[in-house]
């Protein structure tokens, strides 16, 4: 008999399941409540879950159905995955919040239901991805997961969108192509679905020597399909436009988690499906390296050369991607934890970034433009200091996110005793200054003072827009937090690692 | 001693000459500076009409390839690499391929205690006669479920696309879906009198029968949905509309998909927790059997037909 806790993960999914169906039965106004509810309480379930999982100090395995493994579907819950899902779920309902005024602008009357169906099977798929033990169950989340960012980005309908979204669904759906493809191999060599039990496999096939050339192909295929659905260097294309051009909540939703989602989901297969040590050996590694490091500078230069702001917050989204697969490729455990304080200091620095920018640009005549930003800070309080939070945080100044991160990617680079170490700190360094020119030069801009401009500024108070100015405050709280304590989320990080082998 | 100096004698000095400069009053170079507020920055009409063009001519020229050589050596690059990138990943594949284990070999890896379990144990443990049946809605039932929201969820992005729900901006777009045919006309009428009654029992028998032969909820929900539209086609929107509008549909939808989610969640429930589910499994072969396949089968089936139809009708009139 189980505890009753431990039906959570499973309960958790299946509520954001039931909250997107049933939205498409209510209108607008109570898909958003049932909404907030949800999120509020899949938090709350995260959080009690996290707290049981420490106490209890082991991950559990959940049977969804009436079958064990390896013939029926079962989730798996340790301390990483329930810190996780309680990451997104803070991170999707600040985002909604702080973004949730747009929506009422920028969507289509009768339309709002809608956006609440793509976000709450989203959540689902989120979860899902993160607690699956099962591959082709994680197939199937990829596939909602796809679709419903899709609609994300094309419910604010406009061209710039609709091509954003195309390009998204081809660049995405490619990816998916390939984690399937290398599914197939997978199945076909190990006869398994299940994690636990294609690794098993997948060991035995590595001490023997059997089928060496196609599990290198599947790993290939997998890391591939992954990176490019989460925005590797080269496969970043579909990336500007689609962050830069949908709605607010979408954008912060869409940088911080479904691009996370995927990375998450390679780190699982990274450890519970083909295993550490296989991975180390394969040269796959390497080439992910390389990428990274690639983007961690063409992301940066690309966005030193935007002239739009929500653009050349997309782009530095690049260059942050290319820090989490560097940290992969240096192939210790170090470097896997740096990577994973990364995703969430990533997190909670880029939708707090995409908000204020928001925010901005509400004050600037709806303009992202570098030019007409001058001077907004003044003009929006919130927003100017909320950005300027967000981008230290990105820039990697002490007592913010971002430092904690680099410091520790600097720290797994220096141990590594391998040929990574150098290039990784001259990379580090050199991508640490262009962030700083990028970051800083929006910094100056939005903080000189300009004369009023009667048809373009505008002004808003904390008291114009209580909610947003709240979610904004709770994003600066979060990323200090993240920056200052971070010892124990480390802990919980490093634990979570353990349970995962 | 300190004497005071007559005006005169101060208009003399360097000091003077410098704070007269500092103050803009006087330029000891020139004479009186001359302080002109500076024109406002006025285009003529002919100059500004003249550089859109040009940047028009630009704009258009910038993805000329005879014009630009950027884009023309592109284009001859894209040409030569493409094929070969493809013949590349082709090739790896090929190479992979081969080292798979043999098709229909006996000791292939996928012949393990998987498949023997679904095999011999199926009947047993399902009570579906068809295995497949027992594989996809019993055994994983969980991927099953997440497979019948994605096809929800295709159904509101298309919505997001094309739904238009206010009746006057349709009427404005002109979205009548009989403008180009012939209306009421008597062979298709009279052949779909005949068929759809037929397609809408074959599909209902596949549904129901789904545990006991071939077939399922997503095949008999796509024969449902194909009888809807040729009823569609056939008699217009307006007879389609007295039994099956938004309201029903959305209806219909919701109630299936939720119905579907609270047996998914009872089972697993039941089961994780290894609590009896009290769901009777009967004789394999007897049409009231195996347990939950049965009404899932008919949910999945409603839910497929009524997503077909949705994408039918959203491409045709942008409204259910």
Redesign the interface.
């Given at each position: 008999m189980l505890d009753f806790v431990q039906n959570f993960p499973c309960f958790s999914i299946l509520l954001c399941m039931f909250a997107g169906i049933i939205s498409s039965a209510l209108n607008g106004k109570s898909a958003k409540l049932l909404n907030r509810c949800v999120l509020i309480l899949i938090t709350v379930m995260s959080a009690v879950l996290l707290v049981y999982l420490v106490g209890k100090g082991e991950s559990f395995v959940y049977v969804a159905g009436s079958f064990p493994a390896p013939w029926g579907n079962e989730l798996r819950a340790g301390v990483l995955e329930a810190g996780m899902a309680l990451f997104f779920c803070i991170i999707m309902l600040l985002s909604l919040l702080g973004g949730g005024y747009k929506l009422d602008l920028e969507l289509e009357h009768g339309k709002e239901k809608l956006y609440y169906i793509m976000i709450n099977l989203l959540m689902s798929s989120l979860l899902a991805l993160i607690y699956t033990n099962d591959m082709f169950t994680a197939y199937v989340f990829v596939e909602i997961n796809t679709i419903s960012a899709c609609g994300l980005i094309m419910i604010r309908q406009w061209g710039r969108t609709i091509e954003a979204a195309t390009r998204y669904m081809i660049m995405s759906l490619l990816g998916s192509g390939l984690l399937l493809m290398g599914l197939v191999f997978l199945y076909g060599i190990t006869g398994h679905l299940l994690m636990s039990n294609i690794h098993t496999q997948v060991v035995q096939i590595a001490a023997t020597e059997t089928y060496r050339v196609p599990l290198m192909v599947t790993i290939a295929l997998i890391c591939v399909g992954l990176a490019i659905k989460s925005a590797l260097f080269p496969f970043h294309n579909w990336l500007p436009d689609a962050y830069g051009y949908s709605t607010v909540s979408s954008a912060a939703i869409l940088s911080s988690l479904v691009s996370k989602g995927y990375i998450f989901l390679l780190i699982k297969i990274i450890y519970r499906v083909i295993g550490f040590n296989i991975i180390q050996d394969s040269k796959v590694i390497n080439i992910l390296f390389v990428f990274g490091l690639a983007g961690m500078i063409f992301g940066s230069l690309s966005a030193m050369k935007e002239k739009d702001i929500r653009r050349m917050i997309a782009y530095s989204s690049v260059a942050q991607i290319g820090y989490i697969y560097m940290g992969f490729g240096l192939g210790t455990t170090a470097g896997m934890i740096a990577s994973i304080f990364h995703i969430i200091s990533h997190a909670a620095s880029k939708s707090l970034l995409f908000v204020s920018a928001a925010g901005l640009s509400d004050v600037s005549g709806d303009s992202t433009d570098f030019f007409d930003l001058t001077g907004a800070a003044y003009r929006n309080k919130a927003a100017g200091a909320a950005f300027t939070v967000g981008s230290l945080s990105m820039v990697g100044l002490p007592l913010f996110a971002g430092f904690i991160s680099k410091l520790l990617f600097a720290q797994a680079a220096a141990i590594s005793s391998s040929w990574k170490m150098l290039p990784t700190l001259v990379v580090l360094a050199l991508s640490t200054i262009l962030n700083a020119i990028y970051f800083m030069k929006t910094v100056v801009r939005i903080y000189t003072p300009v004369k009023w401009n009667a048809v373009l500024h505008s002004k808003v108070t904390i008291k114009d827009n209580p909610v947003t100015a709240f979610a904004l405050f709770l994003f600066i709280v979060l990323n200090i937090l993240l920056g200052m304590c971070s010892q124990p989320v480390m802990n919980l990080i490093n634990s979570g690692l353990h349970m995962f082998a | 001693m300190s004497r005071k100096r007559s005006e005169k004698e101060y208009q003399k000095t360097a000091e003077f000459h410098f704070r007269r400069w500092l103050e803009g009053s006087k330029d000891p170079f020139l004479d009186t500076v001359e302080l002109k507020p500076q024109k406002k920055f006025a285009e003529e009409d002919a100059v500004t009409k003249k550089r859109q063009q040009e940047l028009n001519e630009l704009r258009l020229a910038l993805y000329d390839k005879n014009k630009n050589r950027v884009v023309k050596g592109f284009e001859v690059l894209y040409k030569i690499c493409s094929p070969l990138f493809c013949i590349l990943i082709i090739g790896?594949?090929l190479?992979?391929?081969s080292?798979?284990?043999p098709e229909g070999n006996a000791s292939?890896?996928?012949?393990?205690?998987?498949?023997a379990?679904?095999l011999e144990a199926g009947l047993q443990?399902t009570g579906a006669v068809n295995s497949v049946a027992g594989m996809i809605l019993?055994?994983?039932?969980?991927?099953t479920?997440?497979?019948t929201?994605?096809l929800?969820?295709?159904t509101?992005?298309v919505?997001?696309?094309l739904?238009v729900?206010?009746d006057k901006i349709r009427n404005k777009l002109q979205l009548n879906d009989r403008e180009f045919e012939p209306r009421n006309d008597v062979i298709l009428q009279k052949v779909a009198m005949l068929l759809v009654p037929i397609v809408f029992m074959f599909g209902i028998y596949v549904m129901l029968n789904g545990h006991l032969g071939p077939g399922g909820g997503f095949a008999g929900g796509a024969m449902v949905g194909a009888g809807l539209i040729l009823y569609v086609s056939a008699y217009g929107t307006k007879k389609t509309q007295r039994f099956f509008n938004e309201k029903i549909y959305?209806?219909i939808?919701?109630t299936a998909?939720?119905l579907y989610?609270l047996l998914?969640?009872y089972?697993?429930?039941?089961?994780?927790?290894?609590l009896d589910?009290h769901i009777p499994l009967g004789i394999p072969g007897n049409i009231l059997s195996s347990g939950l396949i049965l009404p899932i089968n008919v949910l999945v089936g409603t839910e497929v037909a009524c997503t077909m139809y949705a994408f039918y009708a959203l491409f045709r009139r942008g409204d259910v």
């Amino acid at each position: 008999m189980l505890d009753f806790v431990q039906n959570f993960p499973c309960f958790s999914i299946l509520l954001c399941m039931f909250a997107g169906i049933i939205s498409s039965a209510l209108n607008g106004k109570s898909a958003k409540l049932l909404n907030r509810c949800v999120l509020i309480l899949i938090t709350v379930m995260s959080a009690v879950l996290l707290v049981y999982l420490v106490g209890k100090g082991e991950s559990f395995v959940y049977v969804a159905g009436s079958f064990p493994a390896p013939w029926g579907n079962e989730l798996r819950a340790g301390v990483l995955e329930a810190g996780m899902a309680l990451f997104f779920c803070i991170i999707m309902l600040l985002s909604l919040l702080g973004g949730g005024y747009k929506l009422d602008l920028e969507l289509e009357h009768g339309k709002e239901k809608l956006y609440y169906i793509m976000i709450n099977l989203l959540m689902s798929s989120l979860l899902a991805l993160i607690y699956t033990n099962d591959m082709f169950t994680a197939y199937v989340f990829v596939e909602i997961n796809t679709i419903s960012a899709c609609g994300l980005i094309m419910i604010r309908q406009w061209g710039r969108t609709i091509e954003a979204a195309t390009r998204y669904m081809i660049m995405s759906l490619l990816g998916s192509g390939l984690l399937l493809m290398g599914l197939v191999f997978l199945y076909g060599i190990t006869g398994h679905l299940l994690m636990s039990n294609i690794h098993t496999q997948v060991v035995q096939i590595a001490a023997t020597e059997t089928y060496r050339v196609p599990l290198m192909v599947t790993i290939a295929l997998i890391c591939v399909g992954l990176a490019i659905k989460s925005a590797l260097f080269p496969f970043h294309n579909w990336l500007p436009d689609a962050y830069g051009y949908s709605t607010v909540s979408s954008a912060a939703i869409l940088s911080s988690l479904v691009s996370k989602g995927y990375i998450f989901l390679l780190i699982k297969i990274i450890y519970r499906v083909i295993g550490f040590n296989i991975i180390q050996d394969s040269k796959v590694i390497n080439i992910l390296f390389v990428f990274g490091l690639a983007g961690m500078i063409f992301g940066s230069l690309s966005a030193m050369k935007e002239k739009d702001i929500r653009r050349m917050i997309a782009y530095s989204s690049v260059a942050q991607i290319g820090y989490i697969y560097m940290g992969f490729g240096l192939g210790t455990t170090a470097g896997m934890i740096a990577s994973i304080f990364h995703i969430i200091s990533h997190a909670a620095s880029k939708s707090l970034l995409f908000v204020s920018a928001a925010g901005l640009s509400d004050v600037s005549g709806d303009s992202t433009d570098f030019f007409d930003l001058t001077g907004a800070a003044y003009r929006n309080k919130a927003a100017g200091a909320a950005f300027t939070v967000g981008s230290l945080s990105m820039v990697g100044l002490p007592l913010f996110a971002g430092f904690i991160s680099k410091l520790l990617f600097a720290q797994a680079a220096a141990i590594s005793s391998s040929w990574k170490m150098l290039p990784t700190l001259v990379v580090l360094a050199l991508s640490t200054i262009l962030n700083a020119i990028y970051f800083m030069k929006t910094v100056v801009r939005i903080y000189t003072p300009v004369k009023w401009n009667a048809v373009l500024h505008s002004k808003v108070t904390i008291k114009d827009n209580p909610v947003t100015a709240f979610a904004l405050f709770l994003f600066i709280v979060l990323n200090i937090l993240l920056g200052m304590c971070s010892q124990p989320v480390m802990n919980l990080i490093n634990s979570g690692l353990h349970m995962f082998a | 001693m300190s004497r005071k100096r007559s005006e005169k004698e101060y208009q003399k000095t360097a000091e003077f000459h410098f704070r007269r400069w500092l103050e803009g009053s006087k330029d000891p170079f020139l004479d009186t500076v001359e302080l002109k507020p500076q024109k406002k920055f006025a285009e003529e009409d002919a100059v500004t009409k003249k550089r859109q063009q040009e940047l028009n001519e630009l704009r258009l020229a910038l993805y000329d390839k005879n014009k630009n050589r950027v884009v023309k050596g592109f284009e001859v690059l894209y040409k030569i690499c493409s094929p070969l990138f493809c013949i590349l990943i082709i090739g790896a594949l090929l190479i992979a391929v081969s080292f798979l284990p043999p098709e229909g070999n006996a000791s292939n890896p996928v012949n393990n205690e998987v498949e023997a379990r679904y095999l011999e144990a199926g009947l047993q443990e399902t009570g579906a006669v068809n295995s497949v049946a027992g594989m996809i809605l019993n055994y994983r039932a969980f991927d099953t479920f997440g497979e019948t929201n994605v096809l929800y969820i295709a159904t509101c992005c298309v919505m997001i696309l094309l739904l238009v729900e206010d009746d006057k901006i349709r009427n404005k777009l002109q979205l009548n879906d009989r403008e180009f045919e012939p209306r009421n006309d008597v062979i298709l009428q009279k052949v779909a009198m005949l068929l759809v009654p037929i397609v809408f029992m074959f599909g209902i028998y596949v549904m129901l029968n789904g545990h006991l032969g071939p077939g399922g909820g997503f095949a008999g929900g796509a024969m449902v949905g194909a009888g809807l539209i040729l009823y569609v086609s056939a008699y217009g929107t307006k007879k389609t509309q007295r039994f099956f509008n938004e309201k029903i549909y959305t209806v219909i939808k919701v109630t299936a998909l939720c119905l579907y989610g609270l047996l998914m969640v009872y089972f697993y429930y039941t089961g994780a927790n290894g609590l009896d589910n009290h769901i009777p499994l009967g004789i394999p072969g007897n049409i009231l059997s195996s347990g939950l396949i049965l009404p899932i089968n008919v949910l999945v089936g409603t839910e497929v037909a009524c997503t077909m139809y949705a994408f039918y009708a959203l491409f045709r009139r942008g409204d259910v």
